[in-house]
């Protein structure tokens, strides 16, 4: 593999394979920015991969009152997952469990889009009756009476089937520590890209996987090439300087919000420099015949 | 270019402008335009007649100067835009769908009726039985926006079913009559009985009014919906988005009929 060296980072020649995945974006708003990031912060709990999670969840980003439906502080939740089925699914079951329940919410749809998927029409028939509907225009929200006063929830909100999930960097690092500078300073950078999440614990994930496993029924294992205490023993692909590998993964509702993410990362990185930092970047493929998506890093570079 | 339609005089017996509406005028030629028939008696009325016709595209009618006999105009909108610079009569925007029907002077009763998309806006009053359904009808609006600047007579929003209806001035009695669904908001003083044997829907007062011993006080609250419509209705009404963002005394009722409606004041 080539290797392109940045500010004394090395970046590998490769590229990050990604999937289409179906998205979705809401706005939970409530009497204060504290308790609409609560609300937002439990719906998108749990939420970290497909694979056991259903879906994949993240905050966006703030939003002021004023852009906001009902002039409260909110914030921007991103879902996606693999199928329109299991996003709606988690959809109405986490604004109901999360949102819902959580005291002074709200919830709007925040996707323009002619797929839709339904919320206050799910979650209208806690109301048992009481529910009120209100439309205005082309707009329809669902009034439920709670203990506190009312739950006001849109009705759909927007759907795409344009999302893409699986955008990644594999960061690799002399220590834990340097490592987590690196990752934690891509992180940063990343927030602020708008319609991109990172759904892992802060964003970061350190048991990166492969597909398959050497036992019957376990789909995805752990990525030994990467492990560093395995180095030597398996087929590794770590340096002999590596002692530290993180992964960021990133999903977009858009192909170009994920190469957008993935670029101010590695922007961040390579800005950092080794000594503090990443000794390396690498990303995470299957060859390329699995995802449709690919993020060349190469292209990405500033 | 838009449709200039130029009142001759104030005609002499009421007339029925539902022709003229965009959809079914485009692309008739001057002359064809001219021949369209709006006599409401024995007597022949024609746009000739009645009018000074200025060709345009239909998309976009105006008509400069109204009159209290201009009934059914506007009826069956579906989109575009008809500009009245004047009053009408009976009936104004019967049956609209879409687009936007602009009027600058007053209109007569049901103003409204049967509205189902789009916005009406009258700048004068508007008469009474507003949004009202007509005879042998089931309900009123079913949806849109209608707003009037000025005042609206007894019965405004009568049987209501989905939709908004501003007026920013005062309204007779029994306001938001029998209404089935749909907001009712009302700057001005309400007559007798708002809200009459409403079953569901919002009616919000711009303030405190006697109503039916069947309305009972559920306190006083700042909902987050009312928040909502407040920056919906922003651009067409100020005095509205003002009205909602106040705390609201709620009432719900009416109890003599289902119960689940509810009509608001400023606490």
Redesign the interface.
């Known amino acids: 593999m080539r290797e392109i060296i940045k500010n004394g980072v090395r970046i590998d020649d490769t590229f990050a394979e990604a999937f289409p995945m179906r998205g979705t974006a809401i706005i939970i ?1 409530a009497p204060n920015l504290k308790w609409a990031r609560q609300a937002a912060t439990t719906m998108t709990g749990f939420a970290t991969s497909v694979i056991g999670c259903g879906v994949e969840a993240g905050i966006d980003h703030e939003v002021a009152p004023e852009n906001t ?4 502080p909110g914030v921007r939740v991103l879902l996606l997952s693999m199928s329109t089925d299991m996003l709606q699914t988690q959809l109405v079951n986490r604004a109901g469990q999360c949102v819902l329940t959580s005291p002074g919410s ?1 919830v709007f749809g925040d996707l323009a889009s002619p797929d839709r998927l339904a919320i206050g029409d799910s979650l209208r028939y806690f109301g048992d009756g ?1 529910q ?6 082309d ?1 329809h ?1 669902w ?1 439920i009476p709670v203990m506190d ?2 739950f ?1 929830c849109e009705a759909t909100t927007g759907l795409t089937k344009k999302a893409v999930g699986g955008g990644n960097l594999l960061i690799m690092g002399t220590s834990f520590a340097t490592t987590m500078n690196a990752a934690e300073a891509a992180i940063e950078a990343m927030h602020g890209v708008e319609s991109a999440i990172m759904p892992f614990p802060g964003g970061i994930v350190r048991s990166g996987s492969k597909v398959g496993s050497k036992y019957a029924g376990v789909p995805a294992s752990t990525n030994d090439a990467y492990c560093p205490t395995l180095r030597g023993v398996t087929k590794s692909i770590l340096d002999a300087d590596v002692g530290a590998v993180l992964e960021i993964v990133i999903d977009g509702l858009t192909e170009s919000a994920v190469a957008e993410a993935m670029r101010v990362g590695l922007a961040a990185i390579i800005k950092l420099g080794p000594k503090d930092g990443a000794l390396r970047v690498g990303a995470g493929n299957y060859g390329g015949k699995l995802g449709p998506f690919h993020f060349h890093l190469k292209d990405l570079l500033p | 270019m838009t449709l200039v339609l130029t009142l001759k005089q104030e005609p002499d017996q009421r007339l029925d402008l539902s022709p003229l509406a965009p959809h079914l005028v485009e692309g008739k030629s001057a002359a064809e335009l001219a021949a369209i028939e709006l006599q409401t008696t024995r007597e022949t009325r024609t746009v000739g007649d009645v009018f000074n016709v200025k060709t345009g595209e239909a998309g976009s009618i105006r008509f400069e100067g109204g009159s209290s006999r201009f009934d059914n105009l506007g009826a069956g909108l579906k989109s575009g835009e008809i500009i009245v610079e004047g009053a009408v009569g009976h009936a104004a925007g019967h049956d609209m769908s879409g687009g936007r029907l602009t009027i600058h002077g007053d209109a007569g009763p049901f103003a409204g009726t049967g509205l189902s998309g789009g916005r009406l806006e009258i700048k004068g009053s508007a008469g009474d039985f507003l949004g009202a359904p007509l005879d042998g009808e089931m309900e009123g609006v079913t949806g849109g926006l209608i707003i009037v600047r000025g005042s609206a007579g007894n019965r405004t929003g009568d049987r209501l079913r989905r939709g908004t209806i501003v007026v920013e001035g005062a309204v007779g009695d029994y306001a938001g009559s029998r209404i089935i669904a749909g907001t009712l908001i009302v700057l001005g003083s309400a007559g007798r009985l708002p809200g009459y044997l409403m079953r569901r829907g919002t009616i919000v007062l711009g303030s405190a009014a006697t109503l039916s011993p069947t309305f009972i006080d559920c306190g006083a609250h700042n909902l987050v919906f009312a928040g909502v419509f407040a920056r919906l209705l922003r651009a067409d009404s100020k005095g509205a988005a003002e009205l909602l963002d106040k705390t609201l005394r709620r009432f719900g009722g009416d109890t003599a009929v289902l119960g689940k409606g509810e009509l608001f004041y400023p606490a």
């Open positions: 708003t439906p009902d002039g409260r709200a009481w009120i509907s209100k439309k205005f225009l707009r929200f009034r006063g009312e006001l």
